[in-house]
Structure formats: C-alpha cells, structure tokens
C-alpha cells in the first residue's frame, strides 16, 4: 500500500482499521491478557500495535522475549503497526514522521513496565527487548488460547470483520511490476483473489483440544502458530482471502500471517474449501530441490537415478541415509545443504529447526555425514567443486558478470557484495570463503523452482489455490473433475518440467 495522495483523515482511518485487526487478533489478544496480569490494566489498540510490531521484528522468538535487546529501526515498526511499507517511511513524509515521532513517545512513555528500550542515541537505532514477567504471563496466555475452547470475542467495530475479508494487494517487492517476470505479476494475482475458509467449528471444539494435545507444541511452535493465526479472521466460517504476497530477491513469495504460515498438520484440518462440496488436492514437486541442484552441478545421472527411484517407490527418503530416520530430520539437513549451508554447520542448523518443529532429535555429525553419504555423495564433491569457483578472493579478482539473474531473471549483485567485503581486512580466512557462493547456489535454487511453480500457476492452474508453498500448493476442486486435474497438470509437469505431480 503507498502513501501517494493521502490526506491525514484517511491515513488515520487505514491505520486504525489495521490496528483494530491487530487488536482481536490471537497475537492481540494474548498481549491484552499478559498486559492486564503484569500492571493491571487495559491496553489502547494503538499500545497492543506497538508491542506486536516489537515481537513481530525480533522474529516472534521466545526465547529472545525478556533477554536480547533487539535494534529495530523506526521505519520497521511503522510497518508492522500499519498497513504501509517500510519503504514510505522517508525524510520528507511528514505524515508518516509526525505520526511515528508521536506514537514512538506515547508508547515509550507508557509501556515501560511492558517493553525494554535503550535511551535514545542520535543516528542510532533504538533497541527493544519485551520484560520477562510480561513474557511469561503472554506465553501462558497463547497456551490458552489454543488449548482451551471458547467463544472469541467478536468485534465491536462490524467494518473491522469487513476488512479482515476484503482482498489484499499485492505485498513489498510488486511496486515495480516492469522490470517482474510475467509469471509473477500472474502469480500474485492469483494468489491475492483465491479465498479459503476457516473451519470454525473445529476451532470452537473439544476436539481441538486434543489435536493440540497429541501435537504436543513447544513455545516456538505455538509463537508461530498464534502469528499465522493474528491475520486469520477467526470469528467467521465464510471466505476470506489471503494477506498480502511479498516477493523476495530470488522470486519465492510469502506472507506475514495467514493460513500460508500455518503447520502443515493444522492446514489439513483447519482450511477449508470455499465451496462446502468441492475437495482439496495437493500438488507437490517431489524432491524439486535435490533434482534443480542435480541441474546446476551437471549431474544427469543423479537427477535420473533419483527420478528412477521415484518412479519405482513414490519417496527419495528412505533411499537417503538410515532408512529408520525422521523423514523430517533428513529433509532439513538435506536442503540446508540444497540451499548452500557449511557441512560443518548442518548440524547446528538441523538442530535447532529440529527443536522449531516439535523434533525431540539430537542431529550429530555423523547423522549429517550419512544422510550425505551413499545416493547424495556425488551432490557433496560436486557443490564442492563448484563453490570453490566462488571464494571472496576470486570474485573480487574475477571479471565476470557484476550480476547474476537466475531462471527468473531476478539477479544476484555477486560482486557488489564481493567489493563490500573487500573494503575491510582481508583476512586469508576471509577470501577463501565461498559464502557469496552459498547464496548465489540458493539465489539460483530458488529462483528455479519458483520458475517451475510460477509456471504452473501462471500457465495451467485455473482453480482457487487454498494454500501455497515454495514447492507445492492445495487447490480446490470438484469432486467430479480432480481425475482431470491430476492428468491436466501431470501432464504439463511431464512435458515442460520433467516433474510428477502427486
């Protein structure tokens, strides 16, 4: 949303629509609760903004609430309290400078007993942390708010419900649509008018109890699912849409909130098809990344070796390290390494999205060094042939292109960075680093299999998407018509990408 031509009356009334959407939010609402139990009293829509705009910065990570000051400059907090982009906050807006200088003061003021701020500092970012009492009185809440049954309370304000159902625009990432891949500017369009529908029902029953209770969440999940579920309208069972798509640098597409950002286990039961007769299919690009890096390091014969193996047992999994192994595990480690991640470091990374997905597994080097082992040991040498043509020395030494696009067309500025680093010491462990390497391995992964999935839903998909993932989507159908969809985009997978569609 841009700031071109507002006038102050409407800017007010956009802002406090989006505030009071935060504010009968599950997000909203547990700060409310934990407000109330630390200080006893109630907090202003504008005050609950401002805390939720604090978390949602520092990545909704509780383990950080009440320890780590996190520097958060002012125009991330204007966009998280607003329906704006960080982008509009500039010098020259005095629209936007006067009405964050004013809430910034108010709410610093205010909160004191809620939040941490660093004192001001002029040039500097302040730095923002949430008070451990007030922490822990909201992580008791967000735990009753999914695990307890009850009848939410329904808005005052009927605009806000509204609001909550009118199709968003497109997110950061679209202002210059121009210089976009078609495909994406298709993309986002679809995904901005197909609806979904939250099954309320379900969501006000026992039931859901124990859904919760075999799922046994820890904090982080039950964090992330209570920010899925803050731009979810969860008094209503009719469609909604979903919340804004932003697009990233490598062309992969996103939302903050939503059904999008919800567990996979908790989608199966809670997003419904629009039309109460129609059923939902899932497409999925099985092992899309491992069959794009086969591509990028030349490796024919693996791509057909794990397409054989596909074809024959319908999952790559059980073929990829011990076969007892948590599919999940091995699917972290494995496209962290799709996806440029140190070997040396795929532990660390495993174990804590382990700990992130409900995991209780302890990810060693040897549990690395066997999933990469056997079937995937040829992937291992040849990243490693291929990173090595990308250490910090030779690319600031090189002569190639100064931007790298990727099958998208979105580019990587490779050597810009490369000179960014150069201007400080230049360490021998430094410039044989392949980290610039890594992400242009990931820039060049992604933007491949958003090709793939860009294609399908720009080209063949015509159904109402209900959700969508980097690699895979659901969509509604009638139940007379999901043989034909099955065979139509099987056979454009076939045909231009060389993929099964399950």
Request: with cysteine.
């Given at each position: 949303m841009k700031l071109n031509k507002l006038d102050p009356k409407t800017f007010e009334k956009q802002v406090s629509l989006y505030q009071n959407k935060i504010y009968y939010g599950p997000r909203g609402k547990c700060i409310k609760e934990a407000a109330y139990a630390k200080v006893g009293r109630d907090l202003t829509e504008q005050q609950t903004a401002y805390i939720?705009?604090?978390?949602?910065?520092?990545?909704?990570?509780?383990?950080?609430?009440?320890?780590?000051?996190?520097?958060?400059?002012?125009?991330?907090?204007?966009?998280?309290?607003?329906?704006?982009?960080?982008?509009?906050?500039?010098?020259?807006?005095?629209?936007?400078?006067?009405?964050?200088?004013?809430?910034?003061?108010?709410?610093i003021d205010e909160l004191g007993d809620l939040i941490l701020v660093s004192p001001f500092s002029k040039g500097k970012c302040r730095k923002f942390g949430i008070d451990r009492e007030f922490a822990r009185y909201y992580r008791m809440a967000q735990h009753n708010l999914l695990y307890f049954v009850e009848t939410p309370a329904m808005p005052e304000d009927e605009s806000e419900l509204e609001y909550l159902l009118a199709p968003k625009p497109r997110g950061y990432g679209f202002e210059h649509a121009d210089r976009l891949h078609p495909w994406s500017i298709t993309t986002v369009d679809k995904l901005q008018a197909s609806q979904w529908r939250f099954n309320l029902d379900l969501y006000r029953s026992e039931k859901k109890q124990e859904l919760f209770e075999d799922h046994k969440l820890t904090d982080e999940q039950v964090e992330s699912l209570n920010a899925a579920l803050n731009f979810t309208n969860t008094h209503t069972s009719g469609p909604q849409f979903h919340e804004s798509f932003h697009l990233q640098e490598a062309g992969r597409m996103h939302t903050v909130g939503g059904c999008i950002q919800m567990p996979s286990w908790f989608r199966k039961e809670f997003v419904l098809p629009v039309k109460e007769s129609n059923v939902r299919v899932e497409?999925?690009?099985?092992?899309?990344?491992?069959?794009?890096?086969?591509?990028?390091?030349?490796?024919?014969?693996?791509?057909?070796?794990?397409?054989?193996?596909?074809?024959?047992?319908?999952?790559?999994?059980?073929?990829?390290?011990?076969?007892?192994?948590?599919?999940?595990?091995?699917?972290?480690?494995?496209?962290?390494?799709?996806?440029?991640?140190?070997?040396?470091?795929?532990?660390?990374?495993?174990?804590?999205?382990?700990?992130?997905?409900?995991?209780?597994?302890?990810?060693?080097?040897?549990?690395?060094?066997?999933?990469?082992?056997?079937?995937?040991?040829?992937?291992?040498?040849?990243?490693?042939e291929w990173l090595q043509q990308y250490t910090v020395e030779k690319i600031i030494k090189g002569r190639g292109p100064r931007v790298i696009k990727n099958a998208l067309g979105y580019g990587y500025s490779i050597y810009k960075e490369a000179a960014e680093m150069g201007k400080g010491k230049l360490t021998k462990k430094l410039l044989a680093s392949t980290k610039l390497g890594s992400n242009l391995l990931a820039h060049l992964a992604q933007g491949q299999e958003q090709y793939y999935i860009q294609d399908l839903i720009a080209n063949h998909i015509t159904e109402n998407i209900l959700t969508f993932q980097y690699d895979g989507l659901n969509l509604e159908v009638?139940?007379?018509?999901?043989?034909?969809?099955?065979?139509?985009?099987?056979?454009?997978?076939?045909?231009?990408?060389?993929?099964?569609?399950?």
């Open positions: 939720s705009a604090v978390m949602a910065v520092s990545d909704g990570n509780l383990v950080d609430y009440g320890w780590a000051l996190t520097e958060i400059p002012v125009e991330l907090l204007f966009s998280h309290m607003t329906p704006y982009f960080h982008t509009v906050y500039k010098p020259g807006n005095n629209l936007v400078a006067k009405y964050m200088a004013e809430v910034t003061k108010n709410c497409l999925d690009l099985k092992c899309c990344q491992l069959l794009i890096l086969c591509d990028i390091l030349e490796l024919p014969e693996l791509k057909a070796k794990i397409k054989e193996i596909l074809d024959r047992d319908g999952s790559v999994w059980p073929s990829i390290g011990d076969p007892n192994l948590d599919k999940r595990v091995k699917k972290i480690i494995v496209y962290a390494f799709c996806y440029g991640a140190e070997i040396n470091n795929l532990p660390y990374l495993a174990n804590k999205e382990a700990r992130n997905q409900g995991l209780r597994f302890r990810v060693t080097k040897e549990v690395v060094d066997e999933c990469l082992s056997g079937l995937l040991e040829p992937l291992v040498k040849a990243r490693e009638e139940p007379t018509e999901v043989e034909n969809l099955i065979n139509r985009l099987g056979a454009a997978c076939k045909a231009q990408l060389e993929f099964k569609v399950w």
